[in-house]
């Protein structure tokens, strides 16, 4: 029973290990920006450091609506 504990005990530990790699290696992939030809760059960067040409910026998703006045 107390091998048990101690299995289910590292089995946790491995699993959160697990997790706390995925969320880290999630958070990259939101602070790099990919270029056309497939090299990635920073976010804050404005050019591609393999091929040169200047990267796209994310643009705000804004929702506009119509307004009709009678």
Do not use: T, W
Request: aromatic share 2%; net charge positive.
């Amino acid at each position: 029973m107390i091998e048990e504990n101690e299995d289910e005990k590292k089995l946790i530990i491995e699993l959160a290990k697990m997790l706390s790699k995925l969320d880290h290696s999630e958070a990259e992939d939101k602070e790099n920006v990919k270029c056309i030809c497939g090299n990635i760059a920073l976010k804050n960067a404005n050019y591609c450091d393999k091929c040169g040409r200047k990267l796209q910026k994310e643009k705000p998703k804004v929702i506009i609506k119509k307004i009709n006045i009678f």
